[in-house]
C-alpha cells in the first residue's frame, strides 16, 4: 500500500474540504416559532425578538402575543407597532472580493462597492458580514440573516479568520516571535491564533486570528515596520474561497449553511 504524502506546511496551513454550491434553502408554509418568523423579518435579532414578545410588542393576527415558543404560520398577520412583519428567505452569498471595492452598501462618493459585484433576482437585498478594507481581498460572506450577522461579529464567539499576506521584505525571526506572544498596539494586545512562514524568502505569511478590531492585521505589521503588499482573506469561520474566482460569488451549499450556524452555537 502506498503511504500517502505528507502535505506541506503551505497546505497543511490552508487545507480545506472542498464542498459544491447549491442554493440556500426557503421557507417552508410550515408552523415556525415566532422568534423565528420575526428574526426573518430582518428587525432584529432571536434574542432580541424574545424581548419584543416578552413586553407584548407583537401581535398576531391583531392578538398580542406573550407566550415564548408560540408557532405561526407565515400567512398570518404578524405585526410589530404599525409595522407589518414579512419574514425573508434567508440567503447565504460567498465572495471573493476583488481590490478597489468597499465593502459597504452604497458609497456617497460612488466608488465600487461589494454590492455591485452581487446581484440576486429580484428585490433580495442581503448585506455584508463585517469589513474588508479596499485594498484587501478575499473572502466575504454575504446575508440577510440577521441573526447570525450578530453571532458573527460579535467577539464572544471568537471567529476565526485566516489570512495570506505579502510583505514588502523579508519577516525577521525576532519580529516573528514578537507577534506569537501577542504585539502591544495602540488600543491593547493583538493576539494572534497562529502565524507561520509559508515561502522560502520569508516574505509571504499566513495568518490566524479571531480579533476583529479595525485594520488589525495591517497595524500589526506596520508596528513593527513592515508594509503589506497584498492581504487576502482565505478562511471565515469554517468557510474557504476555493473555486471561486476573483469578483465571482456562490450561494452556500446546505450543509455548509447548517455547519456555519452550528459552528457558532
Excluded at 503589506?228 to 469578483?247: E, F, Q, S, W
Aim: charged share 35%; aromatic share 6%.
Amino acid at each position: 500500500m502506498k503511504k500517502r504524502k505528507r502535505a506541506n506546511k503551505r497546505g497543511d496551513f490552508y487545507k480545506k474540504k472542498k464542498i459544491v454550491s447549491t442554493e440556500s434553502t426557503v421557507i417552508k408554509d410550515d408552523p415556525i416559532r415566532l422568534n423565528r418568523f420575526i428574526a426573518k423579518s430582518g428587525i432584529c435579532s432571536r434574542r432580541e425578538a424574545d424581548k419584543l414578545i416578552a413586553n407584548g410588542k407583537i401581535r398576531v393576527n391583531s392578538k398580542v402575543i406573550t407566550e415564548m415558543g408560540y408557532k405561526v404560520m407565515r400567512h398570518d398577520n404578524i405585526t410589530y407597532g404599525k409595522t407589518k412583519l414579512d419574514p425573508q428567505d434567508y440567503v447565504y452569498v460567498l465572495l471573493n472580493k476583488p481590490k478597489d471595492f468597499i465593502t459597504t452598501m452604497d458609497d456617497p462618493q460612488r466608488r465600487r462597492t461589494v454590492m455591485d459585484l452581487v446581484k440576486l433576482p429580484g428585490d433580495q437585498r442581503i448585506y455584508p458580514v463585517g469589513r474588508l478594507d479596499r485594498n484587501t481581498t478575499g473572502l466575504l460572506l454575504l446575508t440577510n440573516d440577521g441573526d447570525l450577522t450578530k453571532k458573527l461579529t460579535h467577539p464572544s464567539h471568537k471567529v476565526a479568520k485566516v489570512y495570506h499576506i505579502v510583505l514588502n521584505k523579508p519577516l525577521l525571526n525576532t519580529d516573528l516571535i514578537r507577534i506569537r506572544s501577542g504585539l502591544e498596539l495602540e488600543d491593547g494586545i493583538a493576539q494572534i491564533d497562529k502565524i507561520e512562514v509559508i515561502s522560502t524568502g520569508r516574505k509571504e505569511i499566513g495568518l490566524e486570528i479571531h480579533i476583529g478590531k479595525n485594520r488589525i492585521v495591517r497595524r500589526i505589521f506596520e508596528q513593527l515596520g513592515y508594509e503589506i503588499v497584498k492581504l487576502d482573506r482565505v478562511y471565515y469561520a469554517g468557510l474557504t474561497k476555493k473555486d471561486i474566482p476573483r469578483g465571482k460569488w456562490r450561494f452556500l451549499a446546505e450543509r455548509e449553511e447548517i455547519r456555519l450556524k452550528h459552528f457558532i452555537k
